[in-house]
Each structure stands twice: as structure tokens, then as C-alpha cells.
């Protein structure tokens, strides 16, 4: 698959490493070009701009949900896309949620941007889990995802499988009210109670 990854943080890194290395061919928008050139470079990926972002097949939103709005308008017409949203609503210091209950960082993307096929997936894997592939502690790390399209949630699957990673149908894109609350709770247990990102998802499989 042709896909546009958003962003040159932890999680977009490691998107890049996984998707380049199981043979997609991956595209890079970024705000900071020296981050771009030097992450295109290393993975054998290219950098576009945002103009550009929106010529793939799934475009990867990796920012922070602060930023996801700003970042998706810059891609320019958006209709008919494809965009899996991997964000959480964390607060500064990551341990708490900034939205949630009625809504979610999901919902409140998919209102910005009506005509785009939305789908959450991957807020609940660090960054670090990611980046060294789908297993650990001898398991299949799951990845939820949530959607309304089932055409699009069919295609992420499929993406999802071509890492090596499960694919657990977590319904409607209502869900991530409960799937962004389960990412800061990893978030809190990998940092804020010092358990480290191995953490999650392991707990989610332990025996």
C-alpha cells in the first residue's frame, strides 16, 4: 500500500520502520524538514509535502490530537480519505484525559473533517512496542480498531495483518470513548506508575 505518515515523533518513527520494512511504500509530511530528510533516510521512505499527503491509500495521523486538525487541514481536500487516528487526548503531562465520556479525539476529528473515512487505531501501543514489531512476551500484540466504514476497516485490517500484528474489531467509532481511556491508562502504567512501555499491552494477554 501507498501510505502518507503525519508527523516525525516517536510514533511516526516508528510507523515508518514497520511499514517500510513489510514492503510499503511510504510517504512523510513533517514540519521539521531536517527530521523528515533524516527518518526518508534511514527507512528508505520519501518526503512530500502536504499537498502531496493526501495521494495514498491510508494516510497515518501520528501528531499529538492538539495538533491533528491543523495537520489533516494542511493535507487540503480530504474527501473520500482514508485516516487512521492514532492520538490520545492527553494532558501535558500525559496522566489524564482532556476529553472524553461523550466524545472522543476520534469523534472530534471526524466532526472536522465529515467527508473522510476515519478510523482509530494503535492509541493503545507505545511507540518503543511498535517499533520492535508485533510481538511480545511470546504473544501477538492486538491492535483495537474502531470505525464506522466497514470498507475502511476492512483495509486497515489488512494493513494491520501485513505487520504481523491481530486485528480486534472494537465496533463503531463511538468505541474510542473507551479505547483512548485504555491508552492513558497504559500511558499511566509504562510511565506514571514506572512499569515501562513493555507494560502494554502486555497486561492485556497476561496469563
Not at 503525519?6 to 518513527?13: K, R
Not at 526518508?40 to 499537498?51: C, M, R
Not at 487540503?76 to 482514508?82: A, C, E, I, V
Not at 476492512?154 to 474510542?176: E, Q, R, Y
Request: net charge neutral.
Amino acid at each position: 500500500m501507498k501510505i502518507t505518515v503525519v508527523g516525525t515523533g516517536n510514533m511516526a518513527t516508528s510507523f515508518v520502520k514497520q511499514l517500510t520494512k513489510n514492503g510499503h511504500l511510504v510517504q512523510i509530511v513533517g514540519r521539521n524538514a531536517e527530521k523528515s530528510d533524516a527518518l526518508a533516510k534511514k527507512y528508505g521512505a520519501k518526503v512530500i509535502s502536504p499537498l502531496h499527503g493526501s495521494e495514498a491509500d491510508i494516510i497515518i495521523l501520528a501528531t499529538a490530537y492538539a495538533e491533528a486538525v491543523s495537520a489533516l487541514r494542511s493535507l487540503g481536500n480530504l474527501s473520500g480519505k482514508l485516516v487512521v487516528d492514532i492520538t490520545n487526548p492527553v494532558t501535558a503531562d500525559y496522566m489524564a484525559l482532556t476529553i472524553g465520556h461523550n466524545t472522543s479525539a476520534a469523534e472530534e476529528i471526524s466532526q472536522a473533517f465529515p467527508g473522510v473515512k476515519l478510523v482509530k487505531a494503535f492509541n493503545t501501543i507505545f511507540a518503543q512496542v511498535l517499533a520492535e514489531g508485533p510481538k511480545l512476551a511470546g504473544s501477538n500484540i492486538p491492535v483495537f480498531i474502531a470505525t464506522d466504514d466497514e470498507t475502511a476497516k476492512g483495509t486497515v485490517s489488512l494493513l494491520v495483518n501485513s505487520l504481523g500484528f491481530d486485528v480486534i474489531d472494537a465496533g463503531g467509532l463511538k468505541n474510542a470513548r473507551y479505547l483512548e481511556p485504555l491508552g492513558g491508562l497504559n500511558i499511566y502504567l509504562g510511565y506514571g506508575a514506572g512499569l515501562g512501555t513493555s507494560i502494554a499491552p502486555s497486561w492485556l494477554f497476561a496469563k
